[in-house]
C-alpha cells in the first residue's frame, strides 16, 4: 500500500510523456537571473554521509555514461569518445561543505572533475588532469561570466591517481575554502571575487571526461587539459570512494526572491538560509597556511563536447538529459532524503524499503526531473 493513486498517476503521466515523444526533452530554460517564475531547488537541508562502496543510491543521478560499483567505490571510466560518466545531486545547497574521496583519472586530456553548480551558473570547481598526478585546479565563476580566466590556481595534490585523498569545498557568505586531504590550500574571502563569489543554491557534480578529444573539443581544450587524449592507453577511471555534503541552510527548498543573484535574496521553504551554518562538523586541518599555488593561465577555455557552450566554465560536457535532477519535483512528494543518501518514504523505516527511482526507473524521472536551462 506504500504506492497510491499518486505513484499510479505519476506512472500514467510518465506514460504519456514517453508517448509523447518528448523524452529526453524535459527541461526548459529557466535562469533565475532572467525569470521570476523558475520552479524551486529542492533543498538538502541537512548532512548526508554516502559509501559508494555500498552501491548507487538514488539521490545521485547517472547521465553521460554508466558509473560502475565494487568495493573500491563508483568508477567514472572513459574509454571512447564522448564518454562522460557523472553523477548529480538530486538536491541543492544554500552555502555548505562538500567533501569526496577519490583517486583521479590518469591519462593525457583526461580531466576529473567535482563541481558545485547553480542554475544561475555561480561555479566552484576541483579539477585533475589526468597528464600530472601531482596537482589539482581549483577554480570559481559567477553569475557564467567567462569574460577573463584569472581565477584558477593550480595547488599541490601529490599522488592523486596512486591513493585515495578526500577533497574539500567549505562554502559561506564570507569565503571558499579548498582543502586536500585536510590541507587548506585556497581560501578566497567575498571581498577578493571583485563581484564574482558565488552565492545561490548549488547542485553536487562529479564525473571524468576527455578535454584532450581533438575530434570533439576546440584546441584550446584540448591544449588546456593537456591532451590530445590516446584511448588506446585507457580506459580511464576516477574513483571515488565516497562523499560527505553538508547543506549550511535549513528548510525543503530554495527560490530566488528576486532577478539579482545575491545570496540575500535566496528563500527557504520551512527553513532559514544559514540555519545550519557552523553544525556540519569541524573539519581536520592539518595544515594552516597554503602551499604555494601556481596561477592558471588567462586563456584557460569554454570547451564542452562538440558545442562552444558549457556549464562548467572549463569545458565539462554535461549533458542535458533531463535526469540531472535539477527543478522541483527531482525528490517525489511525501518522501526523503535519509543520512545515507538514500529516498525513502516519509517516517518509513530505511530497511528493505523500495525506492521510487529504483522501482519506477525511467518513467518516475521523465516526471520528477523538472530542470532548467540551457548553458548559455
Request: negative net charge.
Amino acid at each position: 500500500m506504500l504506492f497510491s493513486r499518486r505513484w499510479k498517476a505519476t506512472i500514467a503521466a510518465a506514460s504519456a510523456v514517453m508517448v509523447a515523444g518528448v523524452w529526453g526533452q524535459t527541461w526548459s530554460d529557466c535562469n533565475p537571473l532572467h525569470s521570476n517564475s523558475c520552479p524551486p531547488n529542492t533543498a538538502l537541508g541537512m548532512t548526508v554521509n554516502v559509501d559508494f562502496r555500498r552501491g548507487a543510491v538514488d539521490s545521485f543521478i547517472a547521465s553521460g555514461g554508466t558509473p560502475t560499483y565494487n568495493s573500491d567505490g563508483v568508477s567514472f571510466t572513459v574509454s571512447r569518445p564522448g564518454e562522460a560518466p557523472q553523477l548529480s545531486s538530486l538536491f541543492y545547497i544554500m552555502f555548505g561543505r562538500v567533501e569526496v574521496t577519490m583517486k583521479a583519472a590518469p591519462g593525457a586530456g583526461i580531466v576529473s572533475s567535482l563541481v558545485l553548480l547553480s542554475d544561475t551558473l555561480d561555479e566552484i570547481d576541483f579539477e585533475w588532469l589526468g597528464a600530472d598526478d601531482s596537482e589539482v585546479q581549483t577554480n570559481y565563476f559567477s553569475k557564467g561570466q567567462t569574460t577573463t580566466y584569472n581565477r584558477g590556481q593550480f595547488n599541490p595534490a601529490a599522488n592523486n591517481q596512486g591513493q585515495f585523498i578526500t577533497y574539500t569545498v567549505d562554502w559561506n557568505k564570507d569565503r571558499i575554502q579548498w582543502f586536500v586531504g585536510g590541507t587548506l590550500v585556497r581560501t578566497l574571502s567575498y571581498d577578493e571575487a571583485d563581484g564574482q563569489y558565488p552565492q545561490t543554491p548549488m547542485q553536487v557534480k562529479f564525473g571524468a571526461w576527455s578535454g584532450g578529444d581533438a575530434s570533439m573539443n576546440p584546441p584550446g581544450t584540448v591544449e588546456w587539459s593537456r591532451g590530445p587524449t590516446d584511448y588506446s592507453r585507457g580506459p580511464f577511471s576516477m574513483v571515488v570512494r565516497s562523499a560527505v555534503v553538508t547543506d549550511y541552510s535549513t528548510g525543503k527548498s530554495y527560490s530566488y526572491g528576486d532577478t539579482s543573484g545575491t545570496w540575500g535574496s535566496i528563500r527557504s521553504e520551512g527553513g532559514r538560509i544559514n540555519g545550519n551554518e557552523g553544525r556540519g562538523g569541524g573539519i581536520t586541518v592539518t595544515a594552516s597556511a597554503a602551499p604555494v599555488a601556481t596561477d592558471v593561465s588567462p586563456t584557460v577555455p569554454v570547451g564542452g563536447i562538440g558545442k562552444g557552450d558549457t556549464a562548467t566554465q572549463t569545458g565539462w560536457p554535461w549533458e542535458a538529459t533531463g535526469t540531472d535532477g535539477r527543478g522541483s519535483g527531482a525528490i517525489p512528494d511525501g518522501w526523503r532524503i535519509t543520512p545515507d543518501g538514500k529516498l525513502r518514504p516519509i517516517g518509513a523505516s530505511t530497511v528493505n524499503t523500495p525506492n521510487p527511482v529504483l522501482l519506477f526507473g525511467p518513467f518516475l524521472l521523465a516526471v520528477a526531473t523538472i530542470t532548467c536551462g540551457r548553458w548559455n
